[in-house]
């Protein structure tokens, strides 16, 4: 899809960065497409033409610019301007789903057909699915080069190429250069880090510091470790285990990510869930722009812009984190969900202060009696038929279930209601629509001073939030915690 040049022709002139990846620029004078962002000398307007993903850019015929490395942008925000179908596919690519299986089978996830999926895809990012899939681990790969030292048949593999050969001739195609040759060209920096960094981009503004806050207040102990600038933790991917310590660096508006896994064909796999877990993608000027036009929100969205949605890394460990916090305090939850990590969860020892436990997995729960731990008969019953079903495959906590039928498959669940599912929703799904409308403190904090909505009163007045409810939430916590502070 080609977009109108004079809508962009001002943050192309003066490289915004909140623009990096929300567009990409084909010179047709060079043949190679851009980041808006380049250093290099901006092309003539008459010169260049705008695509709105880097796929649509590539399968235009535009080969990736070797200085600003569209591979390193943070990519197409996956909610802005797209269909929920399409949303919902890119995620899934994201997840590696075209790398063995097809467009058949990604439709019919999708409950569309494949001419359908197509036609979405064509009308919105101006690619196909395969497309975007093959543009995605292309520059995986690319990315794999210039910033680790992993051996290039490893990178091949990792990225998602069913062979050597193919790898080879792709990038030898794309760039005129093998990866060999790439790689030798390639700046690598030194990290004391174990395992492999890579950098991961962001649209600025963002208050990483606010969610880093979120997180620290909600960290699982044993398992997670936050500082006031990283986020650490243990992750388990199957039978096998690593950790993950991400820091941030807001001068280049980009995260890095210290990763220590010993399959590295779950590279990628891990990198989609670190982005979602910060929420990368996000375009917070669109997203501030939106809820800012409310009055209610106005002040808020100005005095915190960037505000973005905490995800998790597992849908199951923060259902279990949602259900032990029905009722009690946070720090009370924290306590027994660590409680669960330490008896049930598996050991490990790492570089990283703080980590000592893998979270247990669904099978493992589902079969424990979490007994002596504190926690109450009714959340027990809970958490065991939530674990049994995922472990079943009856459940599934990831963004491959839409929202209005994940509630309603775990509301069925005795002893979780609508705001535990909606919770879940807004951290595990990463829909930025997903609203626990029951919520007291939500309630209050879109009432006059000294008033409480009902959860009834509270849905309408966010009709107008949708398709960023999920963002509204997060700005109504901040309003109340300000509040709160303002008045001790």
Not at 53 to 58: D, E, K, T
Not at 324 to 330: D, F, I, K, M, P
Not at 350 to 374: E, I, K, S
Request: hydrophobic share 40%; aromatic share 8%.
């Amino acid at each position: 899809m080609i977009l109108n040049a004079d809508d962009f022709e001002n943050a192309r002139q003066s490289r915004d960065p909140r623009f990096d990846g929300r567009f990409f620029v084909g010179v047709l004078t060079t043949g190679i497409y851009c980041r808006p962002v380049c250093p290099v000398r901006v092309p003539k307007k008459e010169n260049v033409q705008l695509y709105n993903s880097a796929a649509a850019a590539a399968a235009a015929g535009f080969r990736p610019c070797l200085r600003c490395r569209p591979e390193s942008s943070p990519g197409t925000p996956a909610w802005s301007g797209s269909s929920w179908k399409v949303s919902k596919a890119l995620q899934l690519i994201e997840q590696g789903c075209l790398d063995d299986g097809s467009v058949d089978s990604l439709a019919a996830q999708l409950d569309v057909g494949p001419r359908q999926l197509h036609r979405l895809f064509q009308e919105h990012l101006g690619a196909s699915p395969v497309d975007v899939a093959q543009t995605r681990r292309l520059h995986f790969a690319k990315k794999l080069i210039d910033e680790t030292t992993m051996p290039l048949a490893e990178v091949c593999f990792a990225a998602g190429f069913g062979s050597v050969r193919r790898f080879n001739a792709v990038f030898n195609a794309t760039y005129g250069r093998s990866p060999k040759q790439l790689r030798e060209k390639a700046r690598i920096e030194d990290t004391p880090h174990t395992g492999i960094t890579i950098r991961l981009s962001y649209r600025p503004p963002f208050d990483w510091r606010a969610l880093l806050a979120f997180l620290a207040y909600r960290a699982i102990p044993g398992v997670e470790a936050v500082t006031a600038t990283s986020y650490a933790r243990t992750i388990r991917i199957g039978d096998a285990v690593g950790d993950v310590l991400v820091e941030f660096a807001a001068e280049r508006h980009e995260l890095l990510a210290h990763i220590n896994f010993p399959d590295s064909r779950h590279l990628y796999h891990i990198i989609d869930r670190l982005r979602a877990l910060f929420d990368l993608r996000a375009d917070s000027v669109q997203i501030d722009q939106f809820l800012g036009c409310d009055v209610a929100l106005r002040k808020t969205v100005r005095d915190n812009p960037g505000l973005r949605v905490p995800g998790c890394w597992d849908g199951f460990e923060v259902a279990v984190r949602a259900i032990l916090g029905q009722q009690v305090t946070v720090k009370a939850a924290s306590t027994l969900v660590a409680r669960i990590a330490t008896r049930y969860g598996t050991p490990y020892e790492c570089q990283h202060p703080g980590l000592t436990h893998v979270f247990p997995d669904a099978a493992t729960l589902a079969a424990a009696t979490l007994d002596n731990l504190g926690i109450v008969t009714q959340r027990i019953a809970a958490i065991r038929a939530v674990a049994d079903r995922v472990a079943r495959g009856e459940l599934t906590i990831d963004c491959s279930t839409a929202t209005p039928e994940f509630v309603r498959r775990i509301c069925e669940i005795k002893g979780i209601g609508e705001w535990t599912a909606h919770y879940i929703a807004m951290r595990a799904l990463n829909d930025p629509n997903a609203f626990p409308h029951s919520d007291l403190i939500l309630r209050r904090a879109a009432a006059a001073p000294g008033e409480t909505l009902t959860a009834k009163q509270l849905l309408q007045r966010a009709e107008s939030w949708q398709p960023w409810r999920a963002y509204a939430v997060i700005l109504l916590w901040r309003r109340y915690q300000s509040l709160r502070d303002e008045i001790s």
